[in-house]
């Protein structure tokens, strides 16, 4: 069975860093271009990062760029997400999905809370 697990949110304070893992099994991985989303209550869901299946292609969320970096091990089926420099307004639920035409999977996300 397909699965996308992420890992590594948490409560923050302002200024500071976390980073976040979406380990996947089920599918090969290496084919698939990988994202981060965030969905904050009461808001929709936008893409934070983008990473190609070779790692070379990456972008990010205007709001985002200098602070967040992502990035992947396909001999490890792993994505992370890098986040310095947190501010309260990154605060979310943060998940990942696998995209190869025509398929499409989501993990069930990790919890984000940057506050003081």
């Known amino acids: 069975q397909v699965q996308l697990v992420e890992s590594g949110g948490g409560l923050v304070q302002p200024g500071g860093s976390l980073r976040l893992s979406c380990a996947g099994s089920?599918?090969?991985?290496?084919?698939?271009?990988m994202s981060w989303y965030r969905q904050a209550p009461g808001k929709e869901r936008e893409l934070v990062a983008n990473?190609?299946?070779?790692?070379?292609?990456?972008n990010y969320l205007d709001s985002v760029k200098g602070r967040f970096t992502i990035s992947r091990d396909n001999a490890k089926n792993m994505m992370y997400l890098q986040m310095n420099s947190l501010k309260p307004e990154d605060t979310a639920v943060y998940s990942c999905?696998?995209?190869?035409?025509?398929?499409?999977?989501w993990g069930q996300g990790t919890q984000v809370t940057v506050s003081s």
């Open positions: 999905r696998a995209y190869l035409f025509p398929m499409e999977y």
């Open positions: 089920g599918f090969t991985f290496s084919r698939y271009v």
């Open positions: 990473i190609g299946g070779a790692g070379t292609s990456t």
